[in-house]
């Protein structure tokens, strides 16, 4: 560290355990005290709102703000109450002067800063952690070509944070996160929003829990993460066996030392297999998996706590597929192990092949007609929507070709949602449980880009199955269409602010391609900032707009469905809280013990 040392004044001028203000020539401010024969020196701006602490009062070596009371130790800069601490300057009296040293030992302020932001997340305080972050970007380590900005580094320290903390593994806050980077990156929305609203949705989930699994400890109960001393890298197939096995904290440990060797892509080639066995916790094993990739590919040094999160999640996940509603689903899964697919040979023994049969080489195409005739089949139920997917992998059909007409389907499902479902006090259904088709329909895509064959085949099979599984979440019948409005500028966006959903599907009607594609970017502050209150409410509504984006963009047959999806679920007022359905349900529980009525 340079030094730059300036001249206080001399120390006669520093009447002892009394707060003085000091300035040098550019205007900066200095808080200082003379107390046992040292001149502590403090940023003069208190760090909550800049008020100056050279008015506050001084305690038995603690500075008190006078405006709402945040407390400094004088020797550290240490926040004994209020929130972050103040930064500290060194000072030395040379004869009957008074020296101050400005410069910034920039290694130990990215601690403190670092360190100061984890606390804010840990108490989810949002607003501190904002601070902290603005003052880490201010130091200027930043690569502004992230598309991140000063911002870059406190949005990695959330990720590896979150990540880190996140007691049953990934999660939505991290989820929210993900989204909201490339959000930014894009455009779409202010960094410094995005960042409050993705610290608050990690704070809320993990507020006052320690890192999960290492040592954390005492008083969170969880056991210390076992390490793998004969870990075997050429087998990245044993965290799969883990997982199955619910060795929870030996997966993670191998998850662990696997990204540090092999990177991203021996994670993603290790969960691949796993995670295309079944449908995990409602779709969102592949949800999270696919967010968590492009998360630590976004952030590499962390990466290894996104993933270890990850695999953490896949270990408590219940799979869905293997309970008794979902025997059309395991049958038709089944059925796929004798079943020839293109590109299988060449990709069989690549173990970091991509799948270069799933929707490319080799693959019958589905005529508009076809695909018509094939989504009308998903969207008739279960067992016709898987049947169908095995008859089209069977005729050569890609199973990413299969998997864009089943995103296709959930969108068009989501519209049909019956709200009447959450009015219900003998049922827990809710629109958010349609939104997962559509989740789930986009990840395995992305996951199926990647994944070998049988895998991405798998992939389409389950998303086809759940679409289908959710057909009792249909309205009797589909709504009328609205009369047609004229579109223009920010028309759409008031009348979502309005919530006027009849106008905003008028409007929705009457753009082409490219107007929808930027209504989706229109519509993106409102989904993550106005649409809900709650975190995992914010969180769907902001996957679910991103996820509908996607399948749009990809689609080679886009129409308005997608948008329309997107109306229909984003712009009523929904409620976040059901307290009389909560209380009805479980008394009906205490009374029946039977549980409630659901989609199947």
């Not at 400094?72 to 101050?100: H, K, Q």
């Not at 880190?164 to 593994?169: F, S, V």
């Not at 995990?280 to 696919?290: C, M, N, R, T, V």
């Not at 099979?461 to 009797?476: E, I, S, T």
Request: one cysteine or more; a negative charge.
């Amino acid at each position: 560290m340079k030094s730059d040392w300036i001249d206080l004044g001399p120390l006669s001028e520093f009447p002892a355990d009394e707060p003085v203000l000091r300035k040098d020539g550019a205007g900066r401010r200095f808080a200082c005290v003379l107390r046992g024969g040292e001149v502590h020196a403090l940023d003069d701006r208190c760090p909550h709102q800049g008020y100056p602490l050279s008015e506050g009062a001084l305690r038995g070596g603690v500075l008190t703000c006078a405006w709402h009371n945040w407390k400094f130790d004088l020797a550290s800069g240490a926040c004994a109450f209020g929130g972050e601490p103040v930064r500290r300057y060194a000072t030395r009296i040379d004869g009957d002067r008074v020296l101050l040293n400005r410069a910034v030992d920039t290694a130990a302020e990215v601690r403190r800063l670092v360190a100061g932001l984890r606390e804010a997340v840990l108490r989810d305080d949002p607003a501190r952690a904002l601070r902290e972050g603005l003052r880490l970007g201010a130091l200027g380590l930043h690569r502004m070509e992230t598309g991140l900005g000063s911002l870059h580094l406190a949005f990695e320290v959330l990720a590896k944070d979150g990540a880190e903390r996140a007691e049953y593994g990934f999660d939505h806050g991290l989820v929210l996160l993900s989204e909201l980077c490339a959000w930014v990156e894009r455009g779409w929305v202010p960094a410094e929003e995005a960042f409050v609203v993705a610290a608050h949705a990690i704070g809320e989930a993990s507020a006052r829990l320690g890192p999960r699994g290492k040592g954390a400890g005492k008083a969170t109960g969880r056991s210390p993460l076992v390490r793998i001393a004969d870990f075997e890298l050429d087998e990245p197939a044993k965290v799969s066996e883990a997982l199955a096995a619910e060795r929870r904290d030996e997966a993670e440990a191998r998850m662990r030392e696997l990204v540090e060797v092999r990177g991203t892509a021996g994670a993603r080639r290790a969960l691949l297999p796993f995670v295309a066995q079944h449908l995990y916790d409602y779709g969102h094993g592949a949800i999270f998996l696919a967010k968590a990739l492009e998360l630590a590919e976004r952030f590499p040094s962390a990466a290894d706590e996104v993933l270890a999160a990850s695999t953490v999640q896949l270990a408590w996940a219940t799979a869905d597929t293997s309970l008794p509603p979902f025997a059309a689903t395991r049958a038709a899964l089944a059925g796929l192990a004798e079943l020839p697919l293109p590109g299988s040979e060449a990709c069989a023994g690549s173990a970091g092949a991509s799948a270069a049969g799933a929707g490319a080489a080799g693959a019958v195409p589905l005529d508009p007609a076809e695909r018509a005739a094939f989504e009308a089949e998903v969207l008739a139920g279960e067992r016709p929507a898987v049947e169908a997917t095995a008859r089209w992998l069977a005729r050569g059909a890609g199973p990413l070709a299969l998997l864009g007409a089943v995103g296709h389907a959930a969108a068009v499902r989501l519209a049909r949602f019956d709200s009447a479902w959450e009015q219900r006090l003998d049922a827990e259904v809710g629109v958010l449980d349609v939104t997962h088709a559509v989740t789930f329909a986009e990840a395995a895509a992305a996951l199926g880009r990647e994944a070998l064959p049988r895998e991405a085949a798998r992939l389409a099979v389950l998303a086809a199955g759940f679409v289908g599984k959710l057909r009792n979440g249909d309205a009797p019948a589909p709504p009328a269409p609205p009369p047609a409005a004229r579109a223009s500028g920010g028309a759409l966006r008031q009348a979502v602010e309005a919530r006027d959903v009849a106008g905003a599907l008028a409007i929705a009607r009457e753009l082409d391609a490219d107007g929808r594609r930027r209504a989706f970017a229109e519509l993106a502050p409102f989904a993550a900032f106005d649409a809900a209150v709650r975190p995992i409410f914010t969180a769907h509504a902001v996957k679910t707009l991103e996820a509908l984006h996607r399948l749009e963009a990809s689609d080679p047959q886009p129409d308005g469905a997608y948008l329309e999806a997107l109306l229909t679920y984003l712009v009523p007022v929904r409620q976040e809280l059901g307290v009389r359905r909560i209380a009805a349900v479980a008394k009906k529980f205490m009374s029946d013990g039977r549980p409630p009525e659901g989609l199947y």
